[in-house]
């Protein structure tokens, strides 16, 4: 007996160990199979000796239902932030702290992540309680959820009495995942992630993969902790997940950091910044307000998301026949500008998010793109079913549904689709055709009678003459910028030819693997889906594209369009992609990009979704901390000299 307990005692701390390199360091050191094979061992054990170590990762999967949330009272009093909305407001601020401290004070920057914020009590190095915030004195016992949460501890090599701080997360990537099956779809991360921590069936909150990201110890016994940076580093030293970092005593420095965040690159959501003067001491002189300490600061990002009432649909035609909702609704102010349209995606996600017209809806806005319909907010007294359109509202052709999609196939004789593909067709992602407006390929349409990109290439200035804007000097550059295309790569042409579900990513890839369009068209679901990031749904766009229109592509190589994709150098780094950050000591840069490219690498600048492995040297900054936000494949220099040698 005691033997099975000592044990399970070494497979506890092995898992946990385990579980610590894959969830929190993103440095995973087994395969998940090795793992398992171990979790099993533990839980036959667990069944043998009816005990379950109190850091057992079996506690993981959440047990029973709670009848009722527990009230929990926290050491200390959680406070919650003062908050700025400008960067004027932030510098008074700031210039207020100097005037009272007689000199700049080291601040340090994180990210405001926008979930839930948690406290957890450890004693005796063992996870005992976790709880939501409440009213900072006051929060809801939440331990039994928290344990589901992977990268949470559940044992710390610290053994004294010590709460710590920090926001319970769902990563975009997790929420998209959960999004893509789930009867309903959770609105945005932060409800995601309350929703589940609040959820008394335990196994519901293990099912959405929480992450939970610290930045505070709000209490510890048995040693003081001089700062900010001191705090982080006893969260590090004690196996918890923590976020950006960065100090500096320049109020301006610290702007360009903010306004240096791409909130697009990031796999969470964020609302703001925080910014905390970083020593103790000086925390202690400058004090709190009633409800504020006086030596932090949020500064709030604008809001990206509100409500607003959906009033009609219109459905809009695209290149590949695709029919796309787009909503109507009430003006409201969002970012700095007026919205009045927001896209519903597909009429299945009309129905998954039973948005009706009168509904009153979440919109939210990111970058440039057109603001997206996330779910109902209240509904209307008098809400109608958005009907669904059975024939196409532009030719009037009857509509295909395939999945959550409708689709025109009147491939020559839908207006909007033709023009669509025309303008993507002359794009410079594709053939670079300079002077192709909407309204030129309207024209082209509707006075030239092009009904297919293919037929630019027999148009004569003659009829040319007949398009807006089209004198002597267009009309021959237009004519040399048609012949020119013909010349186009792979990836460009693959691009213009608009197959459903094929970006410019995409397209890419098809050419550096099929090198020609006579191998990409005879190319086998199978063998679509083998290449990387070419899924199922890709591959049986590809094949039906191919299939419907060997004519056009008839077409096209009689027209001398045939381009055949030049393999690079191949290697043992052939078709990855790396990105170089920090001072290496060994190499300079540009000798380890020479190396890259040399075995068949591409070196980039910057940390993207497409990076395969960032190599961090020493101080490396935002790249290796997007790289890790981006769970990429992280190497120091001498596991890149092992690759080289490999
Ligand atoms: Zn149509």
Redesign the pocket.
Known sequence: MNEDIMLMKELVARLNDLAYRYYVLDDPIVSDKEYDVLYDKLCALEAKTGTVLNDSPTKRVGGEPLKSFEPHTHINRLYSLDKCNSFDELRAWFEKLSAALGKQPECTLEYKLDGLTICLTYRDGQLVSGATRGNGEVGENVTEQIKTVKSVPLSIPFKGTVEVQGEGIMRISALNAYNATAAVPLKNPRNAVAGAIRNLDVRETAKRNLDVVFYNVNYIDGQSLGSQTEQIEFLKNNRFKTGMFYKTNNIEQIIDQIQSVDKSALDFAIDGMVIKVDDAKVRGTLGYTDKFPKWAIAYKFEAEETTTVLRDVQWQ?GRT?KLTPLAILDPVELCGATVKRATLNNYGDILRKDVKIGSRVFIRRSNDVIPEILGVAERGQNDVDIPKPTV??????ELTEEGAHLF?L?FY?????VVARIVQFCSKDCMDIDGVSIKTAEQLYDILGVRSPAELYDLTGEQLARIDGFKDKKISNFIKAVQDSKAADLPHFISALCIENVGKVTARALAEHFGSIDALSKASEDELTAIQDVGGIVAQSIVEYFSAHGELLAKYKALGIDPVYAQKSEGKFSGLKFVLTGALQQYTRGDAAKLIEQNGGIVQSSVSKLTDIVVAGENAGSKLERARALGKKIIDENQFKDMLNS
């Open positions: 035609v026949g196409c509202p532009c030719c009037g052709h025109c009147n004789g839908c207006r909007a689709q």
